[in-house]
């Protein structure tokens, strides 16, 4: 078993639709959490980052993190064709220097 | 400020060859990390310098191995290439690499091998 799961999709989404995208892990090491936005044939961008449980949220998007159930979401408010992406969830635990844990990342398609 | 930078961006190499892939990270970011990115495997972790030391390194074989300047400049080596080494690497950088810090990611650079 992976120690982060996520769907890798593809998901597809009219525009101006809310995307919900989550990602579940095992290692209750993990402490802190990123969603990353990459497009094709590039590097991977950071959109959010938090360390605690409950909501954070910039901009059109809303990243949620649940410790007591080893569950992060990250939403999507009215999605434009410019969101189609893959997106990244990534964990970090305290005592692991410069290591991510990825998700398998999630296609998005937003259509016009 | 400059992103992250990595060379060259593309890269052909036959097996049995040896490549080095160079990042400049952020000015005033003194952690490097490299990742490997293919289709089946996903991210995975190779390996972190900082201060010219590598301190955290993934389950990869001995053949890929990295190094750090003083100038935080870092690079990657992966000798005696075989096909499965064809991926996209893309190296991150942060401050210090601590707990709270998050990473940058460059372009990365993409390598095929025949």
């Known amino acids: 078993q992976k120690e982060v799961e996520q769907d890798p999709g593809p998901l597809s989404v009219p525009e101006g639709a809310i995307v919900s995208l989550n990602c579940t892990y095992s290692?209750?090491?993990?402490?802190?959490f990123m969603w990353y936005r990459q497009y094709s044939r590039k590097g991977p961008e950071l959109l959010m980052y938090?360390?605690?449980?409950g909501n954070k949220e910039d901009g059109r998007f809303t990243a949620q993190v649940d410790k007591s159930s080893k569950y992060i979401s990250l939403f999507i408010r009215d999605s434009q064709p410019s969101d189609s992406a893959t997106y990244l969830c990534?964990?970090?635990?305290?005592?692991?220097?410069?290591?991510?844990?990825f998700g398998a990342g999630t296609q998005v398609v937003v259509t016009p | 400020k400059a992103g992250v930078t990595q060379t060259p961006r593309y890269l052909i190499k036959t097996r049995g060859q040896q490549v080095t892939l160079s990042c400049s990270p952020i000015?005033?970011?003194?952690?490097v990390s490299w990742y490997q990115q293919t289709p089946g495997q996903g991210l995975q972790f190779l390996f972190e310098?900082?201060?010219?030391?590598?301190?955290n390194k993934g389950n990869f074989p001995g053949r890929f191995s990295g190094r750090q300047f003083s100038n935080s400049r870092s690079e990657m080596n992966v000798s005696t290439l075989e096909l499965g080494d064809s991926a996209l690497y893309l190296c991150?950088?942060?401050?210090?690499?601590?707990?709270?810090?998050?990473?940058?990611f460059g372009p990365g650079t993409r390598l095929l091998v025949l």
């Open positions: 991150a950088s942060s401050l210090e690499g601590g707990r709270q810090e998050t990473q940058y």
């Open positions: 290692n209750s090491a993990f402490q802190y």
């Open positions: 938090t360390y605690s449980s």
């Open positions: 990534a964990m970090k635990d305290a005592d692991s220097w410069g290591k991510l844990q």
């Open positions: 000015s005033g970011h003194r952690s």
């Open positions: 310098y900082f201060s010219e030391t590598q301190r």
